[in-house]
């Protein structure tokens, strides 16, 4: 069977989410699935410089990621995936080092965004996110991407490292819940992206299918990958 090699620890409860939906989204991939059903998974919790909101640290992250990349090869992966949506900064330098192929977040949620026609998104990240054009150049022009204001982007940060140290309370998530929809409602929004892998950790589990997050679309898309060869 393929195995699944995953480039984590940014942060680790991010990664280790992305494990529990791997396994708890096979059935739905495998009918009635055994221990020999489930996909090998590979995940290397990587503790890096914080590069979230830090350009300074980005070179020293890379050169650490770059040999992670080449532990997944030779640890016998077979799909590799990144748990964090700023690392893929770093993508096109981690593929030049390996020969096994990496699935995109940016590339997976462009690809969702244009099956459901959506044409106005929001987009949460972090502050290095938010100044890229992953998503830009992986949506291109099927829809218009909308930033939060200065005010709630410097609030989502603020809860994305209260999330990675065990800070953050019920109510401050609550209250993200509600940001959130202020800023679909405000901004006229089809949809939102939970452009950074905590933020569905803050978030909590939603029917609505106007709020992507982007840890399910991830984990989806490695099943997919591996089991509609």
Same mark, same amino acid.
């Given at each position: 069977?393929?195995?699944?090699?995953?480039?984590?620890?940014?942060?680790?409860?991010?990664?280790? =989410?992305?494990?529990?939906?791997?396994?708890?989204?096979?059935?739905?991939?495998?009918? @009635?699935?055994?221990?020999?059903?489930?996909?090998?998974?590979?995940?290397?919790?990587?503790?890096?410089? @914080?590069?979230?909101?830090?350009?300074?640290?980005?070179?020293?992250?890379?050169?650490?990621?770059?040999?992670?990349?080449?532990?997944?090869?030779?640890?016998?992966?077979?799909?590799?995936?990144?748990?964090?949506?700023?690392?893929?900064?770093?993508?096109?330098?981690?593929?030049?080092?390996?020969?096994?192929?990496?699935? /995109?977040?940016?590339?997976?949620?462009?690809?969702?965004?244009?099956? =459901?026609?959506?044409?106005?998104?929001?987009?949460?990240?972090?502050?290095?996110?938010?100044?890229?054009?992953?998503? $830009?150049?992986?949506?291109?022009?099927?829809?218009?991407?909308?930033?939060?204001?200065?005010?709630?982007?410097?609030?989502?940060?603020?809860?994305?490292?209260?999330?990675?140290?065990?800070?953050?309370?019920?109510?401050?998530?609550?209250?993200?819940?509600?940001?959130? $929809?202020?800023?679909?409602?405000?901004? @006229?929004? $089809?949809?939102?992206?939970?452009?950074?892998?905590?933020?569905?950790?803050?978030?909590? $589990?939603?029917?609505?299918?106007?709020?992507?997050?982007?840890?399910?679309?991830?984990?989806?898309?490695?099943? /997919?990958?591996?089991? @509609?060869?």
């Amino acid at each position: 069977m393929s195995a699944i090699g995953i480039l984590g620890g940014m942060g680790p409860q991010a990664s280790a =989410r992305l494990v529990e939906l791997i396994v708890a989204q096979t059935p739905n991939f495998v009918s @009635n699935p055994t221990d020999s059903d489930f996909p090998e998974i590979i995940l290397l919790s990587v503790p890096v410089p @914080n590069f979230i909101s830090s350009e300074s640290n980005m070179s020293k992250a890379k050169e650490i990621l770059i040999n992670r990349t080449k532990l997944l090869e030779n640890s016998g992966s077979t799909i590799n995936c990144i748990a964090c949506n700023t690392a893929h900064l770093l993508l096109p330098d981690l593929k030049r080092v390996t020969k096994v192929p990496f699935l /995109s977040i940016p590339a997976l949620v462009a690809n969702l965004i244009k099956k =459901r026609k959506f044409k106005r998104i929001g987009l949460l990240a972090t502050p290095n996110t938010l100044k890229s054009t992953l998503y $830009d150049e992986a949506i291109g022009n099927s829809a218009v991407i909308v930033r939060p204001s200065r005010k709630l982007s410097e609030k989502t940060e603020s809860l994305i490292f209260k999330q990675l140290n065990g800070t953050i309370t019920i109510k401050e998530k609550e209250n993200f819940r509600t940001m959130v $929809d202020n800023f679909l409602e405000a901004n @006229n929004l $089809d949809s939102v992206i939970l452009g950074c892998t905590e933020l569905p950790l803050i978030f909590g $589990d939603s029917k609505d299918d106007r709020i992507i997050d982007t840890l399910e679309v991830l984990s989806e898309g490695l099943l /997919s990958s591996i089991f @509609n060869q």
